[in-house]
């Protein structure tokens, strides 16, 4: 047996400035080295299920949480919990690229300099992070540019390689292509495949046909709850709910 990278056992959450539940009894595991996507419409709770994983739900207010996530066997809830550690193991990408003021280069050194990780081994990690998120034949000769004048699509592939300088072990990216033109968006996918050969990669895409091209497994998310997780071969081909099919062939949403 392999262990879950993830577990959610029984999650529910519920926001308290409006009494929402945006969770109802969640459970579901994801396993090393494949691409998880968690599709569903707007609203369905992905984001908010996405941010209890590296507790960057605990910057928002305080909901109601009932349930357990482990992440490597161990409650991330569990009092004594380094955070900061968490979320350099749980790395997030999020759907506006957002580079750092500075060149190329501070962008993919800040986070390791603040970990404490010595100057020497600095060049090692930018190449590496840079490789692994297919844009370092693109910008190697530019390293002290401005971030701000990469494309849109090398903006979030620079985004996805800042998350890697940390090497975490999951990476979760949150509608990682919305705001991209398809060629950038083909670069992002293509990236993500090339990564899951080391990481657990967790995925909201931007549309079922995306969700359809990435996953290895995928779940389908209606009003917080999870209506049906399956190979993605399965899924997108033969839905046993009624919902998931009506709405991988377009029928809402
Ligand atoms: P998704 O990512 O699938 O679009 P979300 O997790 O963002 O779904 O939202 C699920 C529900 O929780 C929605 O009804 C949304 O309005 C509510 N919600 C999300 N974030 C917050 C928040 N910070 N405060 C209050 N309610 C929220
Ligand atoms: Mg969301």
């Known amino acids: 047996m392999i262990q879950p990278k993830i577990s959610v056992q029984n999650v529910y959450y519920t926001y308290s400035s409006d009494g929402l539940e945006a969770l109802k009894n969640v459970s579901l595991d994801i396993y090393p080295n494949e691409i998880f996507v968690l ?43 380094d955070i900061a550690a968490l979320r350099r193991r749980i790395g997030m990408v999020f759907a506006v690229p957002t580079p750092l003021p500075g060149s190329i280069r501070d962008n993919l050194t800040y986070g390791p300099r603040m970990a404490g990780i010595s100057r020497s081994e600095l060049p090692d990690r930018v190449e590496r992070s840079l490789r692994l998120a297919a844009l370092w034949d693109e910008v190697k000769d530019r390293l002290d540019e401005s971030a701000f004048a990469l494309s849109g699509g090398q903006k979030q592939r620079l985004c996805i390689a800042r998350s890697l300088t940390l090497e975490p072990e999951v990476l979760i990216l949150d509608n990682p292509t919305s705001g991209l033109d398809p060629l950038s968006t083909s670069m992002v996918e293509e990236t993500l495949h090339e990564l899951k050969q080391r990481y657990t990669i967790i995925v909201v895409p931007h549309s079922v046909q995306q969700a359809a091209r990435v996953a290895t497994r995928a779940a389908f998310m209606l009003n917080g709850e999870l209506i049906e997780l399956n190979d993605a071969g399965q899924l997108f081909v033969h839905p046993q709910d009624k919902r998931t099919e009506d709405y991988v062939t377009g029928r809402f949403g």
């Open 39 to 81: 599709f569903g419409p707007a609203r369905s709770g992905k984001s908010t299920l996405l941010r209890l994983f590296n507790r960057l739900s605990d910057l928002l207010e305080k909901g109601d949480y009932q349930g357990t996530i482990l992440f490597n066997g161990r409650d991330v809830f569990e009092p004594g919990t």
